[in-house]
């Protein structure tokens, strides 16, 4: 109930009004003395029988009744109105992307006091511009939202990414203070939480879901960051000016150019030999420094935590905002599971320490990998993985072409005699490490040699790796004993139609939560990069092109594990 009055205020009004009534200068300047003349005249030859109060009380009703009949003559008018008083709403948008948690520096000392002043915040270390914003509605001098109460119903939401409301408040009753029973508002529901921050996206949707209200006023809290968005902000505040909704800015956050010192796009094979030389690429960029010397260090980390290597390294930073590439090389001395990771020293004045470190996963063994990759006929994925496999200098690989004729020269690494035929042994396979089927013919290797593959996943330990393709695999090995080593469950039928799909439009994958975090689907070293570079953005100049064939399946085997999935289509029953 409180808050419907707060919202609108009933009263009656009555009051007369004069329709032909002339101005009030003409009344006292010509029809009050003009009145009063014809009252006096009336009685000018009447001297000698009348008494001069007798006069007076008659003319004063003549007067009377003259000034009744110009009353009468001026048409008054007796009018009641019915005045409806609706509170007015000031919509409070507070930025909650992640450059509001940035924790600012201020080379002049009179700031932070002043900032404590308002918001009631501490500045210390670890204040974030979120924590000054939410300082500013509830605390210090500004108070803004119970102060903003006195006057108007206070609607808060947050935005960047998208909008969510935080608090919808009502006017105070008679501008006083809150109930002792009333909860006052958490600021602490506002928390960091869009990837990009999109101002005038917010500020227009703000405006729309406050249709039906009668808006006073926006108030945004922001550091100013833009991203980019449907709506530019100077778009949004044209809107407003034209409904003429003042939009009143809060700036958050320091005005100087932040200083910073950033690692980008590091890059190291994924399998490295002992005792070689491995280079590390990477690159850095700085901003508010320029043509200095820093640390760096190169860390090979053990499984437990450990540092099993430690390499320093002192590049030079280039021009302010430059991007300059660096390589450093270094000997692993121990096989084993490690990660990489280079680190920056932290610098005097810099704002943030979190980007001056990237990691990689590597992994050092102690001789090369010795691979099999067998396909049917020639097609674009054995070309590409071809090359691949035989020109990395970690890896031992024979690539077998089983369709290909007789005379044809089957390739692999450098040094290695070509393989003619599939292991005839068991013995003979069981000398690879991997073995990796293409879209080969199910009647293209034999009973025991199918037998032997399976032996050498469950028994020796061996890494069994399948391409599925347009002809053959899996689909085709349903009933087959090589079905038993497939990561997936085939379907007995595709109830609408073919099992695999040749399409006219492209799609693009979803990555799984175990892909976002596989070193496999790791295109670029940013997580948030990689994950649009791998799913649709609805812009192609983010996303990579999207696959014109798939193979559908019913579900995965127990203990398999999917790194992406379609991103719409799925099984009826098993779903993606």
């Known amino acids: 109930m409180h808050f419907v009055l707060a919202l609108s205020e009933t009263r009656l009004e009555t009051r007369i009004e004069w329709l032909a009534a002339p101005e009030p200068w003409i009344i006292a300047v010509v029809i009050l003395p003009l009145l009063i003349g014809l009252s006096a005249w009336g009685y000018r030859g009447d001297q000698g029988r009348l008494g001069g109060p007798t006069k007076f009380l008659l003319g004063s009703l003549r007067f009377l009744a003259l000034l009744l009949v110009v009353l009468i003559l001026f048409r008054p008018t007796l009018t009641k109105e019915r005045v409806q008083t609706e509170s007015s709403t000031v919509l409070i948008v507070v930025d909650d992307s992640f450059s509001m948690g940035i924790q600012d520096r201020w080379s002049d000392p009179s700031i932070p006091p002043a900032i404590t002043s308002v918001s009631g915040i501490p500045i210390v270390e670890q204040t974030t511009r979120l924590d000054i914003a939410r300082g500013i509605l509830t605390g210090g001098t500004s108070d803004l939202v119970e102060r903003l109460r006195q006057k108007a119903d206070v609607r808060i939401v947050a935005g960047s ?41 917010a500020m227009g949707d703000t405006l729309d879901d406050a249709r039906g209200r009668t808006v006073a006023a926006m108030i945004l809290l922001s550091d100013g960051r833009e991203s980019g968005g449907v709506v530019s902000p100077e778009e949004v505040a044209r809107r407003f000016g034209a409904r003429e909704i003042p939009i009143h800015v809060i700036g958050i956050g320091n005005a100087e150019e932040p200083r910073d010192i950033r690692l980008i796009d590091l890059d190291i094979a994924d399998v490295v030999l002992e005792g070689d030389r491995v280079p590390v690429d990477f690159r850095i960029v700085a901003e508010g420094y320029e043509n200095v010397d820093v640390r760096a260090e190169l860390q090979l980390l053990r499984e437990d935590g450990g540092i099993e290597q430690r390499v320093p390294y002192y590049p030079r930073i280039g021009k302010d905002g430059q991007v300059v590439p660096h390589r450093l090389e270094f000997t692993p001395r121990s096989p084993g599971k490690y990660l990489c990771r280079i680190e920056i020293d932290h610098q005097p004045g810099e704002l943030f320490s979190e980007n001056n470190a990237l990691e990689r996963p590597v992994t050092v063994v102690a001789r090369k990998i010795k691979v099999l990759y067998v396909e049917g006929p020639p097609r674009y994925d054995y070309r590409y993985l071809k090359n691949s496999l035989i020109r990395d200098p970690t890896m031992e690989t024979h690539c077998l072409l089983l369709e290909a004729d007789p005379e044809f020269p089957q390739e692999s690494s450098p040094g290695l005699a070509p393989l003619r035929e599939f292991p005839r042994t068991r013995e003979e396979l069981f000398q690879y490490d991997v073995l990796i089927l293409g879209d ?10 199918k037998e032997w593959i399976v032996e050498f996943v469950d028994d020796h330990g061996g890494g069994l790796v399948f391409i599925a393709g347009q002809w053959f695999m899996p689909r085709r090995f349903r009933g087959d004993p090589l079905e038993r080593v497939l990561p997936v469950e085939l379907e007995e039928a595709d109830e609408r139609g073919s099992m695999s799909r040749d399409l006219v439009e492209p799609f693009h994958v979803r990555l799984t939560p175990e892909g976002l975090e596989h070193p496999v689907m790791q295109l670029v070293s940013d997580s948030e990069r990689n994950e649009e570079l791998w799913q649709w953005q609805g812009r192609s100049d983010k996303t990579m092109p999207g696959f014109f064939w798939y193979q559908r399946v019913k579900k995965l085997r127990k203990g398999a594990v999917a790194l992406a999935v379609h991103e719409s289509d799925e099984h009826f029953t098993y779903g993606p």
């Open 161 to 201: 990414d998208g909008v969510r409301g935080i608090a919808d408040l009502p006017k105070r009753q008679g501008g006083g203070l809150p109930m002792a029973d009333e909860a006052s508002f958490d600021a602490s529901k506002i928390e960091l939480r869009g990837r990009v921050s999109r101002i005038g996206d």
């Open 440 to 449: 080969i013919r199910p009647d293209a290797l034999s009973m025991n040699q």
